[in-house]
């Protein structure tokens, strides 16, 4: 069995949106101190990726609801719920041409990501490794 560092198996961490923006620093404060003990590169890899992830569900997404981190010994998900039915896009933004590689970031960084429908909407979702290699 592999040795886990920092956060548990069983560990979960929500966070509300409720539709209403956040301060981006206190999810970012809330997800820092849920993975403590993860090594600090992906700390910072796992903000970037959520900060991502709960941009886009405000800027795409109709009405954000709320963000899920999900740990086991190897790998952190990242699920962020909206409700918007649309698709997101690699690489393109409605929001005009210097926008849209936020995606490109995530699937980058993470060993895979996609969406899950709902009924109402959809939750778009990363995994990231908690080691590189």
């Known amino acids: 069995m592999g040795e ?17 923006a956040p301060a981006l620093s206190d999810v970012r404060r809330k997800t820092a101190a ?27 997404g109709l009405r954000a609801l709320e963000v899920r981190l999900t740990g086991d010994a190897d790998t952190v998900r990242i699920e962020v719920d909206d409700e918007s039915p649309d698709r997101p896009v690699l690489g393109r933004s409605r929001l005009g041409a210097t926008r849209g590689n936020g995606l490109r970031m995530v699937q980058t960084l993470c060993v895979d990501w996609g ?8 939750t778009v979702w990363a995994v990231m490794a908690r080691e590189d290699g």
């Open 4 to 20: 886990s560092h920092g956060l548990p198996l069983s560990d979960s961490l929500v966070i509300g949106l409720d539709g209403v």
């Open 34 to 60: 849920f993975v403590d003990g993860l090594d600090e590169d992906k700390v910072g890899d796992l903000l970037l990726v959520v900060t991502e992830l709960v941009s886009n569900a405000y800027d795409h």
């Open 115 to 122: 969406v899950t429908w709902r009924d109402k909407g959809k």
